[in-house]
């Protein structure tokens, strides 16, 4: 039998060598891969409305997002002084409306057409004047035909994307419709099943040929979810297959420590806390306990955001460790974290009469040759530093636990490069990043996950606000006022400046200011990025003894500070800041039960538009994201005090490539699933793969053969493949 799904598109009806090229440009090559470039959406006539049932829906309060279709009769370009706005008018059967731009009135001028008919959703509003109007709607462009055939037939469309290259051919959305059209019917039945067929019967999977076709051209909302379903079940299945194998090839190489616990001292530490650890504080430090108790390595991931109190769990976990006679190390990402642990700690096992030893850089030589001395020797357990710790030749005695505090981007690597340092040490990787569940699924998916989702009982979400420049005189009011009841504040500025003596420069202009003007009342203290540790370490407990009302920062204070009583949090030039820096730095205030603020500041007009802008997270088109991602990420911040949910915001403006690095992390790049909201497909795929890769971990029985075959073909250049074949 020939093999047609490997020919050339261009033996397609209406294709040719020259429409071939293009669809090559964009990685079609053979009628394989075009019947593999599925509709990004889909038309679906059930929720269409006419113009008369959606003024209707808006007098009955309705408020949600409609989509109608209708036909182009007028466009208007309307200049206001500087702005422009972008008028279309529509018709449909029952009437007229209008679909309004008030920003790349450009762009859109050139996409409609007078007699061109379009479907249009967005949330509708009535004009002063009564007109049923669209603002900034989402909408997608239908042939005369196809429209009216819809409305008769109740087809659902499909809607491919098309790129500048298929446009330049010529290729619009009609004409790709009616070639895609055509391959599905003449070859879609000629693809081979990639899934074996014990889980496509077991999870009541569609089979591969009718999800292909219903991919294209759904017979019905039912079907072509049937068809969804399969598609991205099949996607993580595959993934999770890998993440298994890892798994499995790590465990067969590795036998740890079972631990005792001894509860006298655990208890005394307890009793000493000045709170209660929470629900989930406990509930983590149970599952900790479980992996320290048992022979396997402890490889476990501890999100919790900003604040909810993941220190305590660590050291909780080291003094199990290191009442077993074994040593335990915390890494701290900066220095001067790695120090405000030290002195916390000591300070809190001092009644256990336990030593904790610090390895940082600026210390004396002499210091340094003692402690590396102890800790060879194992007269130090509980050992607290940076990276250092792991990438020199510190030589430990007898390691049994690493714990790497606030770690944004660890890869495999590294984690591997600790494994092998250790006998076998436990690891717990401890990280704030809010990372959404599913992604720590596949970015730490051979970790086991626990989540402290819950805050200490104490706190009050940060009260956030958004402020232009005009209003820094307020702002600068209100940290005088709070600062007469106690309340001490940071101020944050960006580093816009390239070079670090121009940026010092900066530092020290502002600062002068607002100890000249507006704060001269106050103590102000300044912290950059040029001073060494323990320079900024001293400013940091003169500030939390309170020496200072007011620490002017550049982002050293970021990550992991705390400071109970500095209540306030200032940013400046805000929208130079990520969404998850601004997270992080937010979660420096908020840390007691006092109610704390944050506010952003941006230049005036900013702060105006973002205050007003209003859309929904869950539906930003890519047009939105792309044009507005300053002024969302601010948005997102006024609307969101979780770190996860903010995460999701992130994850939508950058992807998950651009902010964990999808090499280094070893994150996949999914076609189908969408790693935010198929969190429990996820979760049934990768349940279904670790039971087959637990059963047959080389993947040699008959009935897994399809399992070898698709692994092989879709991810040959994984080393792991080469030792299950
Ligand atoms: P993070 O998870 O951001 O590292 P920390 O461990 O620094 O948070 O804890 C933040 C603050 O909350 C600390 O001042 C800590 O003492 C306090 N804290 C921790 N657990 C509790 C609790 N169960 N109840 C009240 N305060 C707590
Ligand atoms: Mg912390």
Not at 41 to 51: E, N, W
Not at 180 to 194: G, L, M, P, R, W
Not at 474 to 494: C, E, H, M, N, R
Not at 507 to 516: K, S, V
Request: charged share 25%; glycine share 6%; with cysteine.
């Amino acid at each position: 039998m020939p093999d047609y799904l490997s020919q050339s598109v261009q033996y397609l009806k209406s294709v040719g060598p020259k429409r071939a090229d293009s669809f090559a440009k964009i990685g079609i090559k053979t009628i394989k891969d075009l019947l593999l470039y599925f509709p990004t959406r889909y038309l679906d006539r059930s929720t269409i409305l006419s113009s008369i049932k959606i003024l209707q829906y808006i007098r009955d309060g309705y408020d949600g997002e409609v989509t109608i279709i209708g036909e182009v009769v007028a466009k208007d370009l309307i200049r206001y002084g500087k702005k422009q706005i972008y008028k279309v008018r529509m018709k449909d059967g029952g009437g007229y409306f209008e679909c309004v731009w008030f920003q790349g009135a450009k762009y859109f001028k050139e996409i409609f057409n007078q007699g061109e008919f379009y479907a249009v959703s967005a949330k509708p509003v009535l004009t002063k004047y009564g007109h049923l109007q669209f603002v900034h709607p989402d909408f997608d462009r239908l042939a005369e035909k196809e429209s009216k055939e819809f409305m008769h037939t109740g087809k659902i469309i499909p809607f491919y994307r098309v790129p500048k290259d298929l446009r330049a051919a010529n290729l619009g959305d009609f004409s790709l419709r009616r070639i895609i059209n055509n391959a599905v019917d003449n070859y879609s039945e000629k693809i081979q099943e990639t899934l074996p067929e014990h889980i496509v019967s077991q999870k009541k999977l569609l089979d591969l040929n009718s999800t292909i076709k219903n991919l294209h051209f759904p017979d019905s909302e039912d079907t072509l979810n049937t068809a969804r379903y399969r598609i991205k079940f099949e996607e993580l299945f595959y993934f999770e297959c890998m993440v298994a194998l890892r798994k499995a090839i790590i465990k067969k190489k590795r036998k740890g420590t079972a631990y005792k616990i001894h509860s006298e001292p655990l208890k005394i530490f307890l009793d000493s806390l000045p709170y209660q650890l929470t629900t989930a504080q406990l509930k983590v430090l149970s599952e900790i306990r479980k992996d320290l108790e048992s022979e396997e390595p402890m490889n476990r991931l501890l999100q919790g955001d900003v604040g909810s109190g993941k220190t305590i769990v660590a050291l909780i976990s080291m003094l199990i460790v290191i009442t077993n006679g074994f040593q335990a190390v915390l890494m701290a990402p900066t220095e001067i974290l790695a120090d405000q642990h030290f002195k916390r700690l000591s300070k809190m096992l001092e009644p256990l009469g336990i030593n904790v030893s610090v390895l940082i850089g600026g210390q004396k030589k002499s210091e340094r040759t003692r402690i590396l001395n102890d800790i060879s020797t194992g007269s130090t357990k509980l050992i607290i530093g940076t990276h250092a710790l792991i990438e020199e030749n510190v030589e430990y005695d007898r390691l049994g636990l690493i714990i790497i505090d606030e770690q944004h981007r660890f890869g495999v690597v590294q984690r591997s490069k600790l494994i092998r340092k250790g006998i076998q040490p436990d690891v717990l990787v401890m990280t704030a990043t809010p990372i959404p569940r599913t992604l720590s699924m596949t970015i730490y998916g051979d970790l086991d996950t626990s989540i402290i989702d819950e805050m200490p009982l104490n706190r009050k979400p940060v009260k956030t606000y958004l402020r232009g420049e005009n209003k820094l005189n307020d702002v600068y009011k209100f940290i005088v006022d709070k600062s007469k009841v106690g309340y001490q504040a940071f101020l944050v500025y960006p580093l816009v400046e390239e070079s670090e003596k121009l940026e010092l420069k900066a530092a020290e202009t502002y600062f002068n200011d607002l100890t000249e003007n507006h704060l001269k009342e106050l103590n102000v203290g300044l912290i950059h990025g040029r001073m060494s540790w323990q320079q900024k370490e001293n400013v940091m407990l003169d500030f939390a003894e309170k020496k200072y009302d007011v620490l002017v920062s550049t982002t050293v204070i970021e990550v992991g500070i705390d400071i109970p009583d500095a209540n306030i949090i200032i940013i400046n030039d805000a929208f130079r800041f990520g969404l998850s820096q601004l997270h992080q730095l937010r979660g420096r205030v908020g840390r007691s039960d006092k109610q704390a603020y944050c506010i952003l500041i941006t230049k005036n007009e900013f702060a105006v538009k973002t205050n007003q802008f209003n859309f929904r997270f869950d539906y930003l088109s890519e047009e939105q994201i792309e044009k507005n991602k300053s002024i969302i990420r601010l948005n997102a911040m006024l609307k969101y005090s979780s770190g996860f949910d903010l995460a999701e915001v992130d994850l939508k403006l950058r992807g998950p490539g651009d902010i964990f690095g999808t090499k280094q992390s070893g994150l996949p790049e999914l076609k189908y699933a969408d790693v935010v909201t198929d969190y429990n497909l996820l979760i049934e795929a990768r349940d279904t793969a670790f039971e087959i890769i637990l059963d047959d971990p080389s993947l040699s029985k008959e009935k897994n053969s399809v399992i070898k075959k698709n692994l092989k073909e879709n991810f040959s250049n994984n080393i792991l493949l080469s030792q299950i074949a």
